[in-house]
């Protein structure tokens, strides 16, 4: 099978055991209660019919904030984020004012979050944990 990158309208039960092992930490329990609309966009990297990656795009008129980016920790490494994120990019090409808000993630004292965004071009802010891509 093929990895996928969907943009979800609706969740399948077997979406939400998924999500649920997606956005296990306690600080991403909010992410599973969102409410999918045409201004929260749910999107999600899938193979062989389970989720890998997930995260939401909050539109505006003039903004899109990515929020709640993970990827499930056994399969880290392997470019599912990084494609997860360029769809996700490539989704709204004249969207021109991107941010994302990280949830620092560290492995063995090394902040992964970051390190993947500012990979991605994304620059911290002074606003905690905010980075704004630089297009």
């Not at 609309?37 to 008129?61: G, H, M, Q, T, Y």
């Not at 989704?91 to 991107?98: E, G, I, K, N, Q």
């Amino acid at each position: 099978m093929k990895l996928t990158i969907e943009r979800l309208t609706q969740l399948s039960e077997q979406d939400r055991i998924d999500l649920g092992k997606i956005w296990q930490d306690v600080r991403y329990q909010s992410a599973l209660k969102n409410e999918i609309s045409n201004e929260n966009i749910l999107f999600v990297a899938r193979f062989n019919e389970r989720l890998l990656a997930a995260c939401w795009v909050k539109l505006s008129d003039e903004k899109a904030i990515i929020t709640d980016f993970m990827v499930r920790e056994v399969t880290r490494r392997r470019g599912v984020g990084h494609y997860l994120l360029t769809q996700c990019l490539s989704a709204y090409p004249d969207m021109t004012h991107w941010q994302a808000i990280s949830l620092s993630a560290e492995e063995n004292g090394y902040d992964v979050a970051h390190a993947f965004l500012t990979h991605h071009q994304f620059s911290p802010s002074p606003q905690s944990d905010l980075y704004v891509l630089n297009i």
